[in-house]
C-alpha cells in the first residue's frame, strides 16, 4: 500500500540546535516532495519544494533533502528558535496524480529556551 | 493571510441540519481542493476541482456534496453528518499548468466543524 511516514510524532530540541525531521514514503513515485508549516488552529503554510531530480534545496535557516534510492527527505532547521515552534507536514505529488497533494500526518516541533 | 478565505470559522450542527462551509480564494488559481483533517491523523483529500471540473472524489460519503461555481469558490455542501465527521476542514487552492504536477498549495484557515 502506498504510504507517507513522519516517523516521529513529536521531536523536543534546545535553542540554537539543529532540527531534523524525516519523511518517508513507500510505493510513490513523486514528482516533488513539499514541506509545510502548521500552527495550531492554522491552515498550512507552504515553506519548501524539491523535486526528484534535485538533492538537496535551501531557504535562509531552512534545508530539504530528497533520496530517491532511500525514499526519503529530511528537513533541517538550523539554528533553532522558540519561534520555529510548530506541525511540520511532509507531502507529496505522484506523477501517477498529478492534481494531488499527499499529506504525511506530521511532526510535532518544539524548540525550548 | 493567504488569500484563500474559509467561512464560517466554527460551525456546531446537529445531525439532522443541513449546512454549507465556503471557500473563496484571491490569488486566480485554477484549482481548489478540500481536506479533512482530523486529530492524530494525516490531512485527508477530499475533492480536487481543476477548472471548476471535479477531478478527484476521494471516496467521500454523499453526505459531503462539493459544488465549485466558478474558479475562485468552492462549496463544501453537508447534510445527515455524523459525530466521527466533527474536524478541521480546509480549503487550499493551487495553480496547475497542463499536466505539470501541482507544485504547492494554499490553504485557508479552516473551519472546525463539530457534529452534536
Known amino acids: 500500500s502506498q504510504k507517507i511516514e513522519q516517523n516521529s510524532e513529536a521531536l523536543n530540541i534546545q535553542e540554537g540546535k539543529t532540527a531534523t525531521l524525516t519523511c518517508n514514503y513507500t510505493?510513490?513515485?513523486?514528482?516533488?516532495l513539499q514541506w509545510y508549516r502548521q500552527d495550531p488552529g492554522r491552515g498550512p503554510v507552504f515553506l519548501l519544494l524539491i523535486r526528484e531530480n534535485e538533492k538537496e534545496k535551501r531557504k535562509e535557516r531552512l534545508k530539504v533533502t530528497f533520496d530517491t534510492t532511500l525514499k526519503q527527505s529530511l528537513f533541517h532547521i538550523t539554528a533553532s528558535q522558540p519561534a520555529d515552534s510548530a506541525t511540520y507536514l511532509c507531502a507529496l505529488v505522484a506523477y501517477s496524480s498529478a492534481s494531488k497533494i499527499i499529506f504525511g500526518s506530521g511532526t510535532r516541533l518544539s524548540i525550548r529556551p | 493571510e493567504t488569500g484563500v478565505t474559509q467561512t464560517p470559522r466554527h460551525l456546531v450542527m446537529g445531525m439532522t441540519n443541513k449546512k454549507s462551509l465556503k471557500c473563496e480564494q484571491h490569488?486566480?488559481?485554477?484549482?481548489m481542493y478540500w481536506y479533512k483533517q482530523s486529530a492524530k491523523k494525516p490531512l485527508e483529500l477530499m475533492f480536487v476541482y481543476n477548472f471548476k471540473e471535479q477531478t478527484e472524489n476521494n471516496s467521500v460519503p454523499s453526505r459531503f456534496s462539493p459544488e465549485c461555481p466558478n474558479s475562485s469558490h468552492l462549496f463544501l455542501h453537508l447534510h445527515t453528518l455524523q459525530p466521527e465527521d466533527s474536524a478541521l476542514y480546509l480549503c487550499?487552492?493551487?495553480?496547475?499548468?497542463?499536466?505539470?504536477?501541482?507544485?504547492?498549495?494554499?490553504f485557508g484557515q479552516g473551519t472546525r466543524l463539530t457534529v452534536v
Open positions: 490569488l486566480g488559481h485554477n484549482a
Open positions: 487550499a487552492s493551487s495553480q496547475r499548468t497542463g499536466a505539470v504536477p501541482v507544485t504547492e498549495a494554499f
Open positions: 510505493n510513490y513515485s513523486p514528482a516533488y
